[in-house]
């Protein structure tokens, strides 16, 4: 098979793709510029895969966050039991961690989850994080609804790696989804959903 070359080598540019992904459709995406949340419909997609790109708080000290919402968007409290660990390097190597973070998993709690660590993203101009979301098959009204997210970025002079797991326990259909930080805006950064059949 021959090697295919992308024209625009960055992500967020990207419009079209040489390539078959198979049944995985671009079905929407959001620029945030100071934006309090960015909210995305949707529909009977049977995975939806959200990428976070270049996405830079507004305040410092933050939280990136998520919920789901089982009427259109008029709330987002879904109850949710989700599991959360990171990993972490700071520049100089003298600062190194391993673990399970209870303070930001949930159990059974209809609050926003966490998919960055309690208040370390940092609104630095040489921060910010990337990252993705899996949904599954949240149009579904006989099973609960699984996730998996995976996010890196940069605060202060640490490299953070989080791993973000669980599922909203409602057997209703899934069919709006919000991101916001838990303090100010989205200053900058895209976020593009995907959907796979």
Known sequence: MPLTKLNNKAVANVTALPVALGDMVLVSSATASSSASIEFSLGNYKEYVFYFVNCHPSTNAV???FNLSTD?????NVTKTTTFFRAYQSETGSSTGLGYQTGSDLAQSTSFQELTHTTTLSNDSDSGFCGSLTLFNPSSTTYVKHFISRNQYTSGSSSINVYVAGYGNTTSAINAIKFQMDSGNIDAGK??????N
Do not use: D, H, K, T
């Open 72 to 76: 259109s968007g008029s709330n987002y």
């Open 191 to 196: 976020i593009l959903m995907f959907g796979v």
């Open 63 to 65: 939280s990136f966050l």
